[in-house]
Nanobody
């Protein structure tokens, strides 16, 4: 059973930075696309960023382009989301997800097979 465990969330002020981590339980997770989604209260879960298996290609939601960076360390089975210049509208539970392929970075929930439990990010203005 694949397990994804997120960490790094917290309460910060607008303009601050945070780095989220997602540790995967299996070494084979380095063969798959990984992504971050977020869900604000009362809203749908939406795509934030995704990265291909080798870390050579990434995609971002327009709302975070230029502020967030996704990366991965396959030797550590870990994916990161560096979040800079945080805004109050970034407040949400952030989820890590693993896809079923190597290259295609989907932006919809049904593209991803395994999910973490989420980590809360709260940005105060």
């Amino acid at each position: 059973q694949v397990q994804l465990v997120e960490s790094g969330g917290g309460l910060v002020q607008a303009g601050d930075s945070l780095r989220l981590s997602c540790a995967a339980s299996e070494r084979t997770d380095s063969r798959y696309v990984m992504a971050w989604f977020r869900q604000a209260p009362g809203k749908e879960r939406t795509f934030v960023a995704g990265i291909n298996y080798s870390g050579t290609s990434a995609d971002y939601a327009d709302s975070v382009k230029g502020r967030f960076t996704i990366s991965r360390d396959n030797a550590k089975n870990t994916v990161y989301l560096q979040m800079n210049s945080l805004r109050s509208e970034d407040t949400a539970v952030y989820y890590c997800a693993r896809g079923s392929g190597k290259q295609y970075i989907g932006s919809t929930i049904d593209t991803y097979v395994y999910w973490g439990q989420g980590t809360q990010v709260t940005v105060s203005s």
